[in-house]
């Protein structure tokens, strides 16, 4: 009991810090945002590198989906430029994963202390957002470290080790497995950071690890497919091209998941850092595949969804 409370304690508070962060980055860069928008979707590249920028600033790549698909509904961006933009967004979000890689839980304390000052004497003022989004980032390594710390006696657990080692026999659970974890948080980064406190643990192997990622990815996808549903067909568009966009990289990696996995093991000394550098070149691989044929790319997902012609 203590072990599940521990960890559903740590679970709530890395949900809250990076809404909480979220909601101070975006209320930060709200402007910025959609003078961006409005200026730099002229080509797709341009509108790859503005949905990385807003992705970074706002530390959501659903949030940035869900505001392209707001934007492809009230007639602001077209179809090409709102793909631009999702590609870049799943290159930014690979910044959240990577500072959570990071061993910053000496950090927590004092950035949530900071922050939650600067929040209260800032209130809606910018130094009050940014204060905010300190106080979230705080909370959750708070929560990282909460969870790190439940689930160490779960290593002697029999019923989890053979839960997980299913997932390591079986690449394809994996995969769903990530995705409805995913899905269910509506975070791939938050996902994909449970996913290395599994690693750190030794509960689960780099490849169980790298193909759970493959499926946090098409995960997220569930938020803006949600979005979508109320908006015009042309938002639908933009979900459909979310999901498809993740549910081919993954299709790409997943029968090279071993040698990719032995690549990443080069890329950093520990196993969190490797699953994070998975991430990142997952996300990029699949941007770069996919940027040089978007307009192809567009007439599928047009195919998939087609037109409104009413």
């Not at 809250?16 to 962060?21: E, T």
């Not at 690979?94 to 209130?123: D, E, K």
């Not at 905010?132 to 980032?137: C, D, E, P, S």
């Not at 497995?177 to 643990?201: D, W």
Request: proline share 4%; charged share 5%.
């Amino acid at each position: 009991m203590a072990i599940i409370l521990g960890a559903l304690a740590g679970l709530y508070m890395l949900l809250r810090g990076m809404q909480v962060m979220k909601g101070g980055l975006e209320n930060l860069s709200r402007a910025k945002m959609r003078r961006v928008l409005a200026t730099m979707t002229a080509t797709p590249v341009t509108a790859a590198l503005s949905g990385m920028l807003l992705t970074m600033l706002a530390q959501s790549s659903t949030a940035i989906s869900v505001l392209a698909i707001g934007f492809v509904n009230a007639g602001l961006l077209n179809l090409v430029q709102a793909i631009g933009i999702l590609l870049g967004a799943n290159v930014g979000t690979c910044v959240t994963v990577q500072l959570i890689s990071f061993n910053l839980y000496r950090l927590a304390l004092p950035a949530a202390t900071a922050g939650a000052a600067l929040w209260l004497l800032g209130r809606n003022s910018p130094y009050g957002q940014a204060g905010r989004a300190l106080f979230g980032f705080g909370v959750v390594f708070a929560g990282l470290w909460l969870m790190a710390s439940a689930l160490v006696p779960l290593q002697q657990a029999p019923w989890l080790t053979e839960t997980l080692v299913s997932l390591g026999q079986s690449p394809v659970l994996a995969v769903l497995a990530g995705a409805l974890a995913s899905a269910l948080l509506h975070s791939s980064a938050a996902a994909t950071g449970i996913v290395m406190l599994l690693t750190n643990q030794q509960l689960i192997s780099l490849p169980t690890a790298v193909a759970l990622v493959l499926g946090n990815n098409i995960g997220t996808c569930f938020t803006a497919v949600l979005a979508s549903l109320s908006g015009s067909r042309a938002g639908k568009q933009v979900a459909a091209a979310h999901v498809l966009l993740n549910l081919l990289g993954a299709l790409l990696f997943l029968p090279l998941l071993e040698p990719f996995s032995a690549l990443v093991e080069y890329t950093a000394g520990s196993i969190p850092r490797q699953v994070a550098n998975a991430h990142t070149l997952f996300n990029i691989i699949s941007s770069l595949v996919v940027l040089p044929v978007i307009y192809p790319f567009t007439a599928l997902v047009r195919l998939i969804v087609p037109d409104d012609r009413r």
